[in-house]
């Protein structure tokens, strides 16, 4: 066991930790077991290296963000809440304008808690699913990045666990421990969310997640923001500003593939560019295909009692729901569907709270759009002529309305023959997979980069590219 | 939609029944789309009416062609829930006296198991991989042991009254305390806690017998019912056939061989007369198995099983049963003479116990039947042995004194055919008599007993001459029906089950009845209550006054 002392020096905080007893010893309790947790299921073979990282000390403009060498297991992760708003009321449902709680209401605890257990569930999965990508990193500063981003993870679990141990009681004490007890991938305790059980052992594969299925993540992070519940509300919003850098991460990363492949096709006049140990933009497309279509999925079904429930309760309501809505009983409102009757696609009327979920992919989908509008000025600045797609919202999906039946990427219904016919047209194949890993080389060196990955525009905190972000 | 209760696993929609030497396996894999409404989806292996249909004959045709089996195991074919329990949705929107029957089939069904597992040295293994919520609980609960798969998520739960305002309907609270004494302030724990309760702390409440991890689950159920079908010991290999009931009906007239069912919905009463064998019925275990489900014993009683059910279910408003019988009763007494003795050698006779057995069955079923029930006694009538137990499970008897008019009474009314609270139907009728009951068993096997001494003795309500009998039961019957269905339902149901408590008189008395109240309180179906509401874009309002 690692010994640990609780102290406002080892975790930064602005929850009044040293005057909270309570929370201390439940610290105490869970703090070891978190640290043991890190070493067997954290990231493999780095541990004891200095990584430049940034670490949060306060939520002020000066504190967020202190950029320093650190090992990993010595990170401070600390427990922040964004301030708070004077005289916040609740956004959305059926107690939108009344005072927010800053105490957990007894008839919502339970939806609340696995809310939160839910949400807490992914943070150290995604560590866990990333454990072994250091071994293949393609540079020192994306090796540095992978290390941010776990770290974030952990920190987020810690936000997740100040929320279950301060306001839940002995049921949210165990709900904490058992967050370091499941094991993604493994079948006898699973993570709670099958996508999180899948590993990510190449790094196309990682900045896909980070850009799509980490986005899914900003927008439940956006939906439970407008929590009536105030220490969630507020525990949300500031995990925003560390999933920015996460969604940075994947975004520019897809964005220097695309980069290094354009300028490999321009200088050889050709599409092919695998000879030169890069990724054409047709697996590239495919990638996008397979990780956008089962980030979808993460939404849940088109339409929820679950997500009315949750919305009525004022438990989560829709992402801005208090900057961008007027209705926000919306109790009256109606969504339309597009469902499968007899074998056509036809419109369907649904209440507006059985509808938040598609209401909070609509805004994906719009976020996703910006993104790959990015990648595709970048081919045109390489005077590429070719476009890069996302996939309809019908194609490929497991969860909810459409996954009974299939549907080509431009969202036409098709039969099984024809899906099973084309779908390695569409989505990875082995053969796709086996190539990309075949290109998982480590690269080390300060400065250089792995042959299918351009180098970034600039460093990390205004530093070169050359800096030596890991100290192998 | 007229509902049928027929079925045979060939045709089975949403079960598997596979039977692997002594070890049956009934896998629950529901059919979203193929309930018995449309209007619904059975989602998560969550159940309607056609499940439990399929359920119920499954575990018949056990017992009846499948008697060397020791263990069922029941599993679910859905890979993330065992089941949910009833469809809330199809709860929703069903009629109160549909919710009621729906209720009240599905606890028979559930007590069937348990009949099964005393009586006929069957061992359920409930399987238990992934959500066991609600009925899929109580489900799990009439079994004789629960497996739960220990993943981190897989919970059992009681849901109902956290999430839906009403209660478990299916024994589930009664099960969780009386039969597998979990203890009451933790079952209290238990049944608010909508996400139910997982892993170890399943098995140290006593919710579920062992937690085995997702990979070796498989294995440990097989495991288990390996070893119980090596304990037990049972070595029959002859079977028979359950052939399908035929019935023809056509004007509300519903002919089956030995039973007629004729509904009289403007006088909203229904009469079912059951015909005595025609012939004398075979005597020896090898002729009686040879006729199989022609038995006498064991087809009139299928029949009028039937009847029952779809007079509950299809004929909600007639709200009076009238029994009479005919035919030679010496042909019922000399067949359940044979199968009787049949029973009482060092090997019983498995066929002849199951007819009994399925015998008592039935007639439980008429006990928790909601309708008024009367039994009419009259020249050439055959109520003797079995039949004889509808006089007494009848709310009121008429007998016209005739000189053809008798009842015979007959070593079967003693204990082979005891009502849900243990008692015979007449120990029940005799409860603080003693001295009558015995004076009544002393002529068990003194054949004929004429109206005047069926009087003196009590075993009939009323013996009416033929100037006063046919006018006397007109008045009688239009008054009964006359009266408030709900107040017969509710009197009915406490005067008929007098003395001790069972689990089952529990569960169809302070279970059922606390739950047909919440069922009609706007609390749970009312248009601001939990049940109402579930699933819909409003929340619940109460009504907080305690009743």
Not at chain 1, 60 to 71: C, E, H, L, M, R
Not at chain 1, 283 to 311: C, H, K, M, P, V
Not at chain 1, 317 to 323: D, G, K, N, P, Y
Request: proline residues 4%.
């Amino acid at each position: 066991m690692v010994a640990f002392s609780i102290s406002h020096d080892r975790i930064p905080n602005n929850v009044h930790l040293s005057d909270d007893k309570r929370l201390q010893r439940a610290l105490e309790m869970w703090q070891p077991n978190f640290l043991n947790w890190w070493l067997d299921m954290g990231p493999q073979g780095f541990q004891e290296k200095d990584i430049y990282l940034r670490t949060a000390t306060s939520v002020d403009s000066d504190g967020w963000a202190v950029f320093d060498y650190v090992k990993m297991p010595e990170y401070r992760w600390g427990i922040f809440l964004s301030p708070p708003e004077k005289n916040r009321t609740i956004p959305g449902g059926d107690f939108a304008g009344d005072p927010v709680w800053n105490e957990v209401p007894g008839e919502f605890r339970a939806s609340l808690r696995r809310l939160i257990v839910t949400q807490a569930d992914t943070e150290p999965a995604s560590v866990e699913q990333q454990r072994r990508l250091g071994e293949t990193c393609p540079s020192l500063y994306d090796l540095r990045n992978l290390f941010q981003v776990n770290v974030e993870e952990g920190r987020h679990l810690w936000a997740m666990v100040y929320l279950l141990q301060t306001y839940f009681g002995r049921d949210g004490r165990e709900e904490a421990e058992a967050l370091l007890n499941r094991r993604s991938g493994n079948i006898d305790k699973p993570r709670i969310l099958s996508t999180f059980n899948e590993p990510i052992d190449e790094w196309l594969s990682l900045f896909m997640f980070t850009n799509f299925t980490d986005r899914d993540g900003k927008f439940q992070l956006l939906a439970l923001a407008e929590s009536a519940f105030e220490p969630l509300s507020r525990t949300c919003r500031f995990m925003l500003t560390e999933e920015a850098h996460h969604l940075f991460v994947g975004q520019t990363g897809i964005q220097r593939v695309i980069r290094k492949t354009a300028e490999l096709m321009n200088e050889h006049d050709c599409d092919d560019v695998r000879p030169f140990e890069a990724i054409p933009l047709s697996i590239i497309q495919r990638y996008i295909n397979f990780w956008y279509s089962s980030s979808l999925d993460l939404f849940g079904s088109e339409q929820s009692s679950n997500a009315a429930t949750y919305f009525a309760a004022g438990l989560k309501a829709r992402a801005h729901e208090a900057r961008d809505y007027e209705d926000h009983a919306a109790k009256t409102g109606h969504y339309d569907l597009e469902v499968l009757k007899n074998g056509q696609l036809v419109k369907e009327s649904i209440p507006l709270r059985n509808a938040m979920n598609e209401i909070l992919r609509d805004d994906y989908i719009k976020d996703n759009e910006k993104g790959l509008n990015k990648w595709n000025i970048e081919l045109q600045k390489h005077h590429i002529q070719h476009t890069l797609y996302l996939p309809h919202r019908r194609f490929n999906r497991t969860v909810g309305l459409y996954s009974d039946h299939h549907f080509d990427p431009q969202g036409h219904l098709i039969s099984k023959d024809q899906w099973e016919e084309s779908k390695t047209h569409w989505l990875p194949s082995k053969e796709d997979r086996a190539f990309v890993k075949s290109l998982m080389k480590p690269v080390t060196e300060r400065g250089h980069y792995a042959s299918w990955i351009a180098p970034p525009l600039k460093g990390i905190n205004a530093l070169p590219n050359d800096f030596e972000y890991v100290k192998i | 939609m007229f509902i049928q209760f027929q079925t045979h696993p060939d045709a089975y929609r949403h079960w598997r029944l596979k039977i692997e030497s002594q070890i049956a396996r009934l896998v629950l894999d529901v059919k979203e789309d193929e309930g018995l409404y449309k209007d619904y989806k059975l989602k998560l292996n969550s159940y309607d009416l056609s499940v439990d249909i399929e359920l119920a004959d499954a575990i018949s045709r056990i017992r009846f062609e499948h008697p060397e089996v020791k263990v069922v195991v029941i599993s679910s074919g859905n890979e993330r829930a065992f089941s949910a329990g009833a469809n809330i949705f199809m709860l929703g929107q069903s009629s109160h006296e549909f919710k009621v029957n729906f209720c009240k089939f599905t606890n028979e069904t559930r007590l069937y198991m348990e009949d099964a597992s005393l009586h006929s040295g069957i061992h359920f293994i409930c399987a238990a991989s992934g959500t066991t919520a609600g009925g899929g609980y109580e489900l799990a609960l009439a079994c004789d042991e629960i497996i739960l798969v220990d993943d981190g998520n897989s919970a059992v739960s009681l849901p109902e009254v956290p999430l839906l305002g009403v209660l478990p309907g299916t024994g589930g609270l009664t099960r969780v305390v009386d039969k597998r004494k979990v203890r009451k302030d933790l079952a209290d724990v238990f049944c608010t806690i909508s996400e139910g309760i997982k892993g170890e702390r399943a098995v140290s409440w006593n919710l579920v017998d062992t937690v085995v991890s997702k990979s070796h689950f498989q294995d440990a159920v097989e495991k288990r019912a390996q070893e119980v079908a090596g304990q037990t010991d049972k070595s029959i290999k002859k079977d028979i056939q359950l052939a399908p009931i035929i019935c023809q009906s056509s004007n509300n007239l519903f002919q089956y061989d030995y039973v007629h069912l004729e509904i009289d919905i403007e006088k909203r009463l229904a009469t079912i007369t059951i015909e005595a064998p025609r012939t004398p019925q075979p005597e020896t275990a090898e002729e009686i198995s040879q006729l199989g489900s022609e038995l006498w014993a064991l087809k009139a009683f299928r029949e009028l099983d039937e009847a029952i059910l779809k007079l509950r279910f299809n004929f909600c408003d007639i709200g009076l049963i009238i029994f009479k019988t005919k035919g030679n009763p010496a042909h019922i007494l000399d067949a359940e003479k044979s199968l009787l003795q049949l029973t009482k050698t060092s090997q019983p006779f498995w066929f002849a116990k199951e007819v009994l057995l399925h015998m008592k069955r039935v007639l439980k079923r008429i006990d928790v039947t909601s309708r008024s029930l009367v039994t009419l006694i009259e020249p050439h009538s055959a109520f003797a042995g079995s039949l004889a137990e509808l006089v007494f499970a009848a709310d009121r008897s008429y007998m016209l004194s005739h000189s053809e008019s008798f009842i015979q009474l007959s070593n079967i009314s003693h204990e082979t055919l005891p009502m849900g609270n243990g008692l015979s139907r007449l120990e029940a009728r005799y409860y603080g008599a003693p001295d009558m009951l015995e004076n009544v068993r002393h002529r068990f096997s003194e054949g004929p007993i004429d109206a005047k001494t069926c009087q003196t003795l009590g075993l009939v309500t009323f013996v009416l001459d033929e100037i006063d009998y046919e006018d006397e039961v007109r008045l009688f019957l239009e008054e009964r029906t006359s009266l408030s269905p709900d107040a017969l339902t509710g009197m009915e149901a406490n005067l008929r089950f007098i003395g001790p408590e069972t689990l089952e008189t529990k569960i169809f008395s302070r279970l059922s009845a606390w739950q047909n109240w919440v069922f009609i309180r706007d609390n749970a179906t009312g248009p601001t209550g939990a049940l109402s509401n579930y699933g819909k874009p409003t929340r619940p309002q109460f009504d907080f006054t305690r009743c």
